[in-house]
């Protein structure tokens, strides 16, 4: 096991061959004594000023790099311990050598988030904020990016604190009735006392809940466009990405299996999915394979897009599917072709489904109001999504609605003693979120998923 008493180095920024320059950190109690082998000039540094020198391979004496570094003098820094960061040209071999050279002298090649890791150790932050560094640092549009400055800014920890004075206040409502009972207190109602616990668990709900819509913001939202054979999804898929990117042709079953391309709806990094054609009867082996497939990605799909030809009136087994389909997912039904005109009543359609549009994905009409009805079902998916949580908060925060249910069930039976038990569990478990009690292997588990340097 890697001890936390040892200096520690890393990039911190992505060694490549296209790089300008990389940026090399060392933290921990040795950093100067080990810079200072190959640094010219050499210490004293003054904190946080920028310095300009050389820096030379330990052995052989020959000169690395042409570099600046920044000195950070403890508690004044990132990890709240010594540490310098090196910033030197790019491309692969520098980085590497100067790394190399820290290591032969004593420094240790850092564990992923260790960096993150001494700095919550090290009281200069807290661990949600921590988790938020790791977040900004994975964000890939700019919805995610606020959510993560959010919780950076400490929003997600004025909650979890807002929970934790909450169950605070009933747990001493408790105990006051349980060790004063001659004192003239106000009548003890276990109802009531069940109604403010009941508070804190939709509290808790609605904070999961928000997350689950956050993370789609963070892993994208997937969208289908589907429909029979030959309706024209191939060219409106085409059309929404501004490229030719599916072959369209007249034969109907040209799409075999699904094709996907990254799509941006309202900022949010999305996938989109042409799908093959959705046909009753087929012959064809590889058809019916890319049929299976396309109902696989629509069970998944966050949002559908049904393509139906304006030439060829939908039977009423097609009806019925789009119906479950709008059912269970978000589905905007789509009238292609209208160049041609419509050759059948379109009310069949309009008086089953909210959104229905027409449009000619060929002469690309009213494919910018589809894309801004794809904007407005994303809004509505993630509605005001603000929390983000790490599935390591997500499963504490399950342990504590499942410690606040029994608490509820002894309040209920007359068992108030018990059931103080269980919120002082609760707020061991929130101390954990907040990172005032948790052991180094569990920090060690949650920071395994940062970046290395981080």
């Known amino acids: 096991m890697h001890r936390l008493e040892d200096t520690i180095c890393a990039p911190a920024t992505l060694i490549s061959k296209g790089s300008a320059l990389n940026i090399v950190r060392i933290s921990g109690e040795k950093t100067l004594s080990i810079f200072s082998k190959i640094a010219e000039p050499p210490p004293p540094y003054k904190p946080r000023k920028m310095y300009l020198g050389k820096l030379f391979d330990n052995e052989t004496k020959k000169v690395i790099d042409k570099v600046q570094w920044v000195y950070y003098k403890k508690p004044r820094s990132y990890t709240g311990e010594d540490m310098i960061e090196i910033f030197t040209h790019g491309g692969t071999l520098i980085p590497r050598l100067v790394i190399k050279n820290l290591i032969n002298l004593g420094a240790r090649y ?5 960096f993150t890791m001494r700095a919550v150790l090290n009281g200069k932050m807290d661990l949600i904020s921590a988790q938020a560094i790791n977040q900004i640092a994975r964000a890939e549009n700019l919805k995610a990016l606020e959510i993560s400055l959010k919780r950076l800014e400490g929003n997600l920890k004025e909650k979890f604190e807002e929970l934790f004075e909450d169950l605070k206040e009933i747990l001493a409502e408790i105990e006051v ?9 106000p009548p003890f109602s276990k109802e009531k006392i069940i109604e403010k616990i009941e508070r804190v668990e939709n509290k808790v709900n609605d904070y999961l809940k928000n997350s689950e ?5 963070f892993d994208g939202i997937k969208i289908s466009i589907c429909g029979a054979p030959n309706v024209g999804k191939s060219t409106l898929f085409n059309r929404l990405l501004g490229k030719e990117r599916s072959i369209v042709a ?12 990254y799509f941006s709806v309202k900022g949010i990094n999305s996938i989109i999915f042409d799908t ?29 897009i ?44 309009e008086d089953n489904f909210e959104r229905v549009l027409e449009i000619s994905a060929l002469k690309e009409k009213g494919v910018d109001k ?17 929390i983000s949580l790490t599935l390591f908060e997500e499963s504490k925060l ?17 068992m108030e003693e018990l059931a103080g038990l269980y919120l002082k569990n609760c707020l061991n478990i929130l101390n954990i979120i907040i990172g005032k009690d948790v052991d180094n292997e569990v920090l060690r588990k949650i920071f395994s998923e940062f970046c290395v340097g981080k």
């Open 110 to 114: 850092a564990e992923p988030g260790e």
């Open 177 to 185: 009735n349980l060790n004063y009972p001659e004192e003239d207190l």
């Open 213 to 217: 819509n956050s993370r789609r913001i």
């Open 250 to 261: 007249e034969e109907p079953g040209t799409t075999r299996d699904y094709i996907s391309e």
């Open 276 to 304: 093959a054609g959705l046909r009753v009867k087929t012959t064809s082996k590889v058809e019916k394979e890319g049929i299976k497939r396309a109902k696989k990605i629509i069970d998944e799909s966050d949002i559908i």
């Open 306 to 349: 049904w393509v139906l030809d304006s030439q060829r009136k939908p039977d009423k087994r097609e009806i019925e599917k789009i119906k479950r389909l709008n059912s269970k997912k978000r589905l905007i039904v789509v009238i292609n072709k209208i160049d041609k005109g419509i050759k059948w009543d379109k009310e069949i359609i």
């Open 370 to 386: 589809l894309k801004k009805e794809l904007e407005i079902l994303a809004e509505d998916q993630f509605g005001s999504s603000e």
């Open 398 to 414: 399950k342990e504590l609605l499942l410690e606040l249910y029994e608490a509820k069930k002894l309040i209920s039976n007359d």
